[in-house]
């Protein structure tokens, strides 16, 4: 066999086992083009990318131009978020790989007040604490055996609150209400100092249980203190609790004044609270400077050590140790 | 529509400004040449629109005038070569019209640029400040700049308008090879590298830096061909100047195009002589062009590998994987076929012929020039593997194909040598 026939075969069998790989791919490629031909251009991204494609266009029609969007990707669906920055430029956009990474900018000015939770599955327009809430809510309670109060019909919980710190600080109330009674409970809970009131029902011998009292209630993040009020006797827990660090602590019912706090080392970032559970103004005296208090008021601050406190009012102190647990200091 | 007429009379008549050379050469000299004159208008804060408008009068004035004195021979040498060339390209060109951009590099980092020079008029705008996501900040932008003029003309940020460019580009490495090939093998040999070139799974249908998607590989394979087949062609008019170019052009489109451009100016040296001073002006300009912009922006995620060089000796232990991360992938027949394995059996056979004195000489030094040009370029790569931040497997696995192809010029060039010398 002459060398021009070798070379012959060789380029045939070279091209043989490029096209045993490309034809039919090329077909498929071809194929898939015919079936997209009759679509419109947007359809036809639709048809390729699904729902999440459908879900962009609604959000390049619905957000500001002008605005930068925060874009809030789970770190596994980050390339979702990618995808998302691309399909909506010019609409501008900043990339936060969990919820946690945009909390933490939180310190920055420039981060976007506008935020969009984007995963594989599709892209919306949403607020931060409502992406909180979703992910508390898909996760456990702290406390899964509370240690419950004796039957009340008047709770007032000395610190109610639903704040994010620092990853992982994620501070909340978790609570578990039991009627005990043969009739339903009536309940209502005024979050103070803003005055806000919700009213719930627990059926008889039922339980109402919350991961995050607070905003499932208000819809808030805020802090405060809250008097809960129900129509039967009831058996409650309140937990203030940091989820992410898995550290709970019951708060007391401070159904009435209470200043005298034991002096105890104090951990850092120590603060004295001090609440006017009355409906009248109050006078607290600390460290013998005598301070106004507005009724149903919540103050704290700063302090080195635990101070010396006095007047109709509940106070308390808290503090951090270390390992970025709370340590309260209740009033005897 | 608007982005088809750009992409194929633009960037060819920009090209034959240069003079009169061929259709595919005359593209991707036209990409180049309008990337860069744009990435160094920039830089300077000359406003893109107005070297965009001079670009346009000047390419297509000098173009045409080039153009009166006779478009080039369009011989159709062996037919049945070219009609396998034209089926794969006509099937692309029909998906490439229909089918919506889907990868991921392209739609993450090439197109986003794109979209993002084009919007602001700006290669430093609020885009490359963080103003938008951009993921690798400071990635060459020569083909999103010329990706830009495209939407520009087009008064559209839609990629559909983006399409033909990228197809264009493997086309006109098509015809390149075609021509070249033809011209210093046989014109057969051309025809037919040419059809294999875009029967190769990688170019043709593969979704991440094949021709339907917006990868740049393709681009650096395209412009590592023009500066191979001018040092093939040194004693060509001019040839230094368009060296200089080429490796111009390969600095400007991706981070890897510096080390490839001095890899070849390490080989150009032995082959210009005293005229390789030329291109390493040029490619020296386009580098401090790159490296003034890089330093007005903010880094993205990008590895700087230059950094990275001093940590070879302790990730020593990664040289297995990274030296075996090559063969493995030139074995990959999904994607190369035994293109590689044939492209390693034509090196050995150019070595073994048995031809007259003169001819054996002249074969000899150009398959050792491609050798050097395939053994450096798949050398300095592995080096990089070894130095990498990422971890090597998961790197190899998405980059090797890609890097095989940027020298597929060359190897494709081996074959058809290892044919003329039977």
Known sequence: MSGRWLTRIAAALLFVSLAVSTLPRLVAIVNNARTLLPLPYEARRERQMGPWYTSIEKLRRELPRKEQIALIAPPRDLDSAVFASYYLYPIRTRIFAGRNAYRNAAPDRTRPAIVVAVNGARAERTEYDILRD?????????????????????????????????????????????????????????????????TFTIPAHGTAAYY??????????????????????????????????????????????????????????AKLFVINPKDTRAIVILNGESIPLDPHAFISRPIASVPVVSGDVYAFVTSRELN?????LWPQ | MIGLLVTVVLFPLVGWSLGRRSLGEAFLLGLGITGSVLFIAGVVHVPLVIAMVLIGVWGIGSGVWE???????????????????????????FAAAVTPLNDFDGRAFWALKAKGIAHERSIDGPFFHGGTHDPRNQYPILIPLDGAVILSLAHSLDDRQLRWLYLGILAAL?????????????????????????????????????????????????????????????????????????????????????????VFLAIGAFVFRKRIVT???????????????????????????????????????????????????MLLMPRWGIFWIAVIIAAICVHLRKKPYPQITQMSADAWLAIAVIASILAMYTAV????????????????????????APSLFLLALSARSR
């Not at chain 1, 055996?145 to 109330?173: C, M």
């Not at chain 1, 970025?324 to 309260?328: E, I, L, M, P």
């Open chain 2, 385 to 408: 593997y070894v130095t990498t931040a990422w971890v090597p497997s998961e790197l190899i696995a998405v980059t090797a194909d890609r890097l095989l192809m940027h020298v597929v």
């Open chain 1, 134 to 198: 979703r992910d508390l809510g898909a996760g456990r309670r702290i406390v899964t055996a509370p240690e419950f109060s004796a039957p009340t019909t008047s709770f007032v919980l000395p610190l109610a609150a639903s704040l994010d710190g620092p990853s992982p600080d994620t501070f909340l109330i978790e609570a578990t209400l039991v009627n005990p009674n043969a009739v339903q409970g009536e309940v209502r809970a005024t979050f103070w100092p803003k005055g806000l009131v919700r």
């Open chain 2, 174 to 262: 098509a015809l390149l090879v075609r021509e070249r090939i033809g011209r210093l093998i046989s014109p057969a040999a051309g025809a037919w590298c040419a059809a294999i070139l875009v029967w190769i799974p990688q170019f043709a249908v593969e979704l991440e830096g094949g021709a339907l998607s917006a990868y740049n590989d393709i681009a650096i394979a395209a412009f590592a061909a023009g500066a191979f087949f001018e040092l093939l062609d040194a004693e060509g008019r001019k040839s230094e100047i368009r060296f200089g170019l080429w490796l111009a052009f390969l600095v400007l489109t991706k981070s890897e195009g510096l080390p490839f451009a001095l």
């Open chain 2, 67 to 93: 153009l009166r004195r006779g478009i080039p021979n369009l011989r159709i040498h062996s037919p049945v070569a070219t009609i396998v060339m034209i089926i794969p390209l006509v099937a692309l060109t």
């Open chain 1, 324 to 328: 970025g647990r709370t340590d309260f």
């Open chain 1, 212 to 269: 995050d009292f607070v905003y499932q209630l208000f819809g808030i993040m805020n802090s405060g203190w809250m008097r809960v009020e129900s129509s039967q006797p009831l058996r409650a827990a309140f937990y203030f609790a940091n989820r992410g660090r898995g550290g709970a602590t019951l708060l007391p019912n401070a159904i009435r004044a209470a200043t005298a706090i034991a002096p105890a080392p104090l951990h850092r970032d």
């Open chain 2, 279 to 329: 291109p390493a002006v040029i490619t020296f300009v386009a580098t401090a062009a790159l490296i003034v912009w890089r330093l007005r922006i903010p880094a993205g995620d990008e590895e700087d590998v230059f950094r990275l060089l001093p940590t070879i000796p302790e990730k020593l232990h990664r040289l297995g994987i990274a030296i075996a991360a090559f063969p493995h992938h």
